[in-house]
Structures are given as structure tokens and as C-alpha cells.
């Protein structure tokens, strides 16, 4: 069964970090595009960021988060990461990862294309 588990949020002061964990089971992350997704209350999902498949392991990221946040992969734990730095009120929301099965970050900004969601991790920011 293809599934991940997100973890790391928490409730953080504004400036503040934290690093988030997406663990997957049932298939191997390196031949997948791995997003990292956020909903805040009353708003639609989000992408955040993306790393494509070990092919070429490209990095995006929204521009709300460009020079904050940060994705990587680490293919022996079969993890992908978000560090995120420098957080704002702004950021606070339910953060979710996805992934796309052709290896492509290409929808990513728009939330398509990418499946097998995890239940999420709840980042908070405030003082």
C-alpha cells in the first residue's frame, strides 16, 4: 500500500523553524516527483514546494516561500524533508506531501497530477 506520514509540525514563534518529514511506504520516493503541499483554514491547498525524481532531483518552490524554505531527499530513509526557516504567521496551515508518479514537478504549483496524500502535519506560527 502506497502511503506517507508527514511529521515536524508544531507551534513555532514568527522567525522561527522547524523541519518537516514526509516517510514513505510501499514504494520507492527516488522514482517519484515528491511535493510538499499547505491548506490554511478556509483557503484551497496549496503547493509549496517540489523535488523531482533522482534523475535530475530539481527544486521548486512557490515564491512565497523562495529563500525560506528548503526540500530535500534522503533516498536510504526513503524521506523527504522541508526545512523551513525564517516562518511567518502567514505560513501556518495543515502542510501535506504528495507525490507524481512521472517524476515531474511540472504541476505541482497548481496541485495536479500528484496522489497517495498523507494526513498532514499542522505548522502554527504565532506569538
Known amino acids: 500500500q502506497v502511503q506517507f506520514v508527514e511529521s515536524g509540525g508544531g507551534l513555532v514563534q514568527p522567525g522561527g523553524s522547524l523541519k518537516l518529514s514526509c516517510v514513505a511506504s510501499?514504494?520507492?520516493?527516488?522514482?517519484?516527483?515528491i511535493g510538499w503541499f499547505r491548506q490554511a483554514p478556509g483557503k484551497e491547498r496549496e503547493g509549496v514546494s517540489c523535488?523531482?525524481?533522482?534523475?535530475?532531483?530539481?527544486?521548486y518552490y512557490a515564491d512565497s516561500v523562495k529563500g525560506r524554505f528548503t526540500i530535500s531527499r534522503d533516498s536510504a530513509k526513503n524521506t523527504v524533508y522541508l526545512q523551513m526557516d525564517s516562518l511567518k504567521p502567514e505560513d501556518t496551515a495543515v502542510y501535506y506531501c504528495?507525490?507524481?508518479?512521472?517524476?515531474?514537478?511540472?504541476?505541482?504549483?497548481?496541485?495536479?497530477?500528484?496522489?497517495?496524500w498523507g494526513q498532514g502535519t499542522l505548522v502554527t506560527v504565532s506569538s
Open positions: 504528495a507525490a507524481e508518479s512521472y517524476g515531474y514537478c511540472s504541476g505541482y504549483s497548481k496541485v495536479r497530477g500528484f496522489g497517495a
Open positions: 510501499g514504494f520507492t520516493l527516488d522514482y517519484y516527483a
Open positions: 523535488i523531482s525524481s533522482s534523475r535530475d532531483s530539481s527544486s
